[in-house]
């Protein structure tokens, strides 16, 4: 992710302290980038590694690949508050929209 950011021009920061969660503590972001118009994104990094067995992780692997659909292609915009301000993206969007310094251009 870092290299991507940097070499689309963003400056990025790690481990960025947001201010306060709603009766949570503070909220701590994995990556800021700063475009160079003074606009800040910021990202949250999530990776999924379970353990189990096979029978398990067959289904898993499964609804995971169903749902991912359904989250990268907006489906729980209009169930979030401010979804509008809100992407939800895969790692090779991501990248790729990074690489091109365009994480503002990327359409609902």
């Known amino acids: ?12 920061e790690s481990q960025v302290d947001t201010g306060a969660r709603l009766g949570r503590g503070r909220h701590v972001v994995d990556l800021v980038a700063l475009a160079k118009t ?31 659909g359904f989250y990268t292609e907006g489906g ?3 169930h979030l508050r401010y979804g509008d301000l809100v992407d939800i993206v895969t790692l ?5 929209l990074a690489n091109q310094g365009r994480l503002e251009a990327h359409p609902h």
């Not at 353990?51 to 499964?62: I, L």
Request: proline share 4%; net charge positive.
């Open 1 to 12: 992710m870092v290299p991507a950011l940097k070499r689309g021009g963003y400056t990025v």
């Open 38 to 68: 003074g606009e800040a994104y910021l990202v949250s990094l999530k990776w999924q590694q379970t353990s189990g067995t096979a029978e398990q992780k067959v289904p898993f692997e499964a609804i995971c690949l169903q749902l991912r």
């Open 76 to 78: 729980l915009r209009g």
């Open 92 to 96: 090779e969007r991501f990248v790729a």
